[in-house]
């Protein structure tokens, strides 16, 4: 099983950047398809993008030309760069596989806030 940690989000106003980081226990990360996931405030958590093992991408409508996935396998690294960022991205950012193991387990997520 793989063990996620997320990192990198904080307080931006509206337009700024962040870089989120997503660090993955285990040998096997190179073979998975990774997804960020995001979960507004009394909202289910919605897919964001998802990268497969051998990089090809996939962005939420909501999210394209703004956000970018990739991917470090030597390092065991998921990425989210997040761009022109708007109030609505305001979230609590995750990583996991994709698809989402229903036996697996999620981290603790990082915290995306976006001032107007």
Not at 44 to 72: C, H, M, P
Not at 81 to 98: G, I, R, W
Request: glycine letters at 12%; a positive charge.
């Amino acid at each position: 099983q793989v063990q996620l940690v997320e990192s990198g989000g904080g307080l931006v106003q509206a337009g700024g950047s962040l870089r989120l980081s997503c660090a993955a226990s285990g040998t096997i990360f190179r073979l998975l398809a990774m997804g960020w996931y995001r979960r507004t405030a009394g909202n289910q958590r919605e897919l964001v993008a998802s990268i497969t093992s051998g990089g090809s991408t996939n962005y939420a409508d909501s999210v394209k030309g703004r956000f970018t996935i990739a991917r470090d396998n030597a390092k065991n690294t998921l990425y989210l760069q997040v761009n022109s960022l708007k109030p609505e991205d305001t979230a609590v950012y995750y990583c996991n596989t994709f698809p989402v193991n229903p036996y697996g387990s999620w981290g603790q997520g990082t915290q995306v806030t976006v001032s107007s």
